[in-house]
């Protein structure tokens, strides 16, 4: 069966901002207008057809990415064609909790639309995004909303985005009016007026510039024209030249600017009425298909050797897993991208981390949760299985007889984690199934085993991403549950080169065990990781024992020498040592490397490290004092103080451990004013008196345990 729509009116676009901007709204005006809802649904009502979950609609936000599909033929920009236009949309979370969920969409979309509050403009989940968007390269255009109500105004949030993300935003179009007077826009390209008289309507009055905002809209066109024919030198020269461009050859200029991911359109308005209208012409007119991003690179499973996909139905089937989710109905659903190549239902794929074949049972594509069954899917198609067993995020399906292995998605690691016990006995099973279940759907959520206290270990990105993981176990798989307080993701490294000679023998009245090795410890830069490196040589201990002596290491790393956290970002060079050809085993030299981490390590100045976070704080300015001595007495380090608006805006990194139930100190000390947003930024050395508390309280626990 052919595909119904081809694959050059296919658009797979993401709808990305900071908390409260207005996605969820800017899709539901989307869905709206182009007749796949009739009715557009309130955030705050719980009314909205992406933000499907129990615990979305009582909170009024976006916890996992929803995928929607719609329709729409462009009305005014046609540079694209007069035909209609499939969209497959993402609407992902604004809160930095959820990050995970723009990571992973971003990685699979073709384009997106950043959408910013006008009473705000740029803010801090707004950088975090656009800085996910450029790491995958993907084009994007600015949509201003809210500019309609008070506070709103497009001129000073686009100014903000020239300050904070990139000058190279330029406006398409510009509003008519100011805040609620706002009653449509002036197209820059055609130099024409769509107005409205209620952002319901569902028609544009389409006239002339009016006459007062004629010199402003002839010199924004001038600044878009000079950026944009710089993408095209044929249309520089003509420029130059001093000749006029036609619609046509602006619009492909605009066009080829935006597929470089360098240069963004910019709209504005009211992201639930008409003017969305002008969003997917804009979409679907300079967002790229799939064939414009062109073909995907994988390499080859058993050589390494590079292989090319290109985006088109006769190519060998390549589809990246991307997301797994449980559905109530259907149970275990696999979101993928495909990237080349067709797939019918019934048929087998290959999953190239594990090797194994999957069968294709039902494929379905998403409404938000509504399900339609589909036979086949073709390249540019966004979809999900119903029920595979061994995919997960990042994993590559491709065709069984032509594997290939497509580059996976890597993650953030958690920050905060907490102890978490069932409520009964018949709730333990259960709680185990559920938090395996959640942890397969959420790579940023991480589920261990504390080996002193047995208790389960849970971790996130943040107090609200565990809320929901525990309302989540209570709802969806009627696990009742205690949780203890939250805890710092510590970890350990050191600050200096060091060496150690570890020699494990043990004689046991048969054949004993043998195992010398010399390591050396260095650090390395913060989030590099960890090294091994092999300097042996002349053969003092055999090929054979050099993994061990790793396995060691990275096992004794994971509990470091302090404190006991995790040792981070250093390198371990294995560069001498000796062998018994009868004693020597795998175990020996095992146990051998492991020690010998330990005490390098000690010798090595360790220091413990805590997850610093980027705070913003917005507040009036009669509590700024209080807010900034608050923020000192939490070890704060104040970056930068600005205005908005009538508020005062505080940005400062200030260590996690110091900022458990903030937002309840803050409403209390501005009479529920003012307001924060919080974001890992990086980790750093504890203080000597913190660092020496924290060691105190571990000894404290282990003690305790009878330790």
Not at 143 to 162: R, V
Not at 337 to 347: C, F, K, N, T, W
Request: glycine share 8%; charged share 30%.
């Amino acid at each position: 069966m052919p595909r119904e729509y081809p694959i050059e009116v296919t658009r797979n676009i993401g709808i990305i901002a900071h908390i409260d901007a207005g996605k969820t709204t800017v899709t539901e005006g989307i869905l709206f207008n182009t007749g796949m809802i009739h009715k557009i649904g309130a955030v705050h009502e719980g009314e909205t057809t992406t933000d499907w979950m129990e615990q979305e609609r009582e909170r009024g936000i976006t916890i996992t990415a929803a995928a929607v599909t719609c329709y729409w033929q462009p009305r005014f920009i046609k540079l694209a064609g007069d035909v209609k236009h499939k969209i497959n949309i993402i609407d992902t979370p604004g809160h930095v909790d959820f990050t995970v969920e723009v990571e992973r969409s971003l990685r699979v979309l073709d384009g997106a639309v950043t959408v910013f509050d006008g009473k705000m403009g740029v803010e801090p989940q707004s950088e975090t995004v656009w800085r996910q968007a450029d790491k995958y390269g993907v084009p994007r255009m600015c949509f201003i909303n809210k500019i309609n109500q008070t506070g709103g105004d497009f001129y000073k949030s686009l100014d903000s985005i020239h300050k904070r993300l990139s000058p190279n935003a330029f406006p398409i179009q510009l509003p008519i009016g100011f805040e609620k007077d706002i009653c449509g826009v002036v197209d820059l390209i055609n130099m024409k007026s769509y107005t409205y008289k209620d952002y319901k309507d569902k028609e544009f009055t389409i006239g002339e510039v009016p006459a007062d905002m004629l010199e402003k809209a002839k010199e924004y066109r001038h600044r878009l024209l000079e950026k944009v024919v710089e993408s095209d030198d044929a249309l520089m020269e003509k420029y130059l030249a001093g000749q006029e461009l036609t619609e046509q050859e602006f619009l492909s200029a605009i066009r080829k600017a935006v597929q470089s991911a360098t240069f963004f359109p910019v709209l504005g308005g009211d992201g639930r009425g008409i003017i969305v209208q002008t969003v997917l012409d804009a979409v679907t007119n300079f967002l790229p298909s799939p064939i414009d991003r062109g073909e995907t690179k994988g390499h080859d499973l058993k050589t390494g050797a590079e292989i090319i996909r290109k985006p088109n139905d006769n190519e060998p089937f390549t589809a990246l897993a991307f997301k797994i989710a449980t559905d109530p109905f259907v149970g275990r659903l696999c979101f993928f991208r495909v990237y080349a190549g067709m797939l019918e239902a019934g048929s087998y794929v290959l999953n190239a981390r594990t090797g194994d074949k999957e069968r294709v049972g039902r494929i379905v594509r998403m409404r938000a949760d509504q399900r339609d069954e589909v036979k086949e899917v073709f390249a540019g198609d966004i979809c999900a299985l119903v029920g595979p067993k061994n995919t997960f995020t990042g994993d590559t399906l491709c065709d069984v007889e032509k594997p290939v292995q497509l580059e996976s998605i890597k993650f953030a690691e958690p920050v905060i984690s907490m102890a978490i016990e069932p409520k009964t006995k018949a709730d333990q099973e259960k709680m185990g199934i559920a938090l395996q279940k959640l942890a397969e759907e959420d790579p940023t959520f991480k589920l261990s085993t504390n080996e002193e206290t047995q208790q389960t270990i849970i971790a996130g990105m943040g107090e609200l991403h565990l809320e929901i993981i525990v309302d989540r176990m209570k709802r969806e798989f009627k696990v009742e549950a205690n949780v203890g307080k939250p805890e710092v993701a510590y970890k350990e490294t050191f600050k200096k080169m060091a060496e150690a000679e570890s020699k494990y023998i043990r004689q046991t009245g048969g054949k004993g065990q043998y195992g010398h090795v010399y390591l050396r410890v260095e650090p390395l830069e913060r989030g590099k990781g960890y090294e091994f490196e092999d300097a042996i040589v002349g053969g003092v201990i055999p090929k054979e024992f050099i993994k061990p002596i790793d396995k060691g290491i990275q096992e004794s790393a994971a509990n470091g020498v302090i404190a006991g956290y995790p040792l981070v970002d250093f390198k371990a060079t294995a560069y001498d040592g000796s062998y018994h050809e009868v004693d020597s085993s795998e175990m020996a030299f095992k146990i051998a490397g492991s020690k010998a981490l330990q005490d390098a390590v000690k010798k090595a100045d360790p220091i413990i490290l805590e997850p610093v976070m980027k705070v913003e704080v917005i507040t009036p300015e009669a509590n700024m004092g209080d807010v900034i001595g608050d923020l000192n007495s939490k070890r704060a380090q104040i970056n930068e103080m600005t205005d908005r608006l009538h508020l005062k805006v505080i940005n400062a990194q200030v260590p996690l451990s110091e900022m458990f139930g903030y937002a309840t100190t803050l409403r209390s000390m501005t009479q529920g004013q003012a307001s924060y947003t919080m974001e890992f930024d990086h980790y750093a050395e504890v203080p000597k008196n913190v660092a020496a508390k924290i060691i105190e309280s571990r000894a404290g626990i282990n003690v305790r345990k009878g330790m």
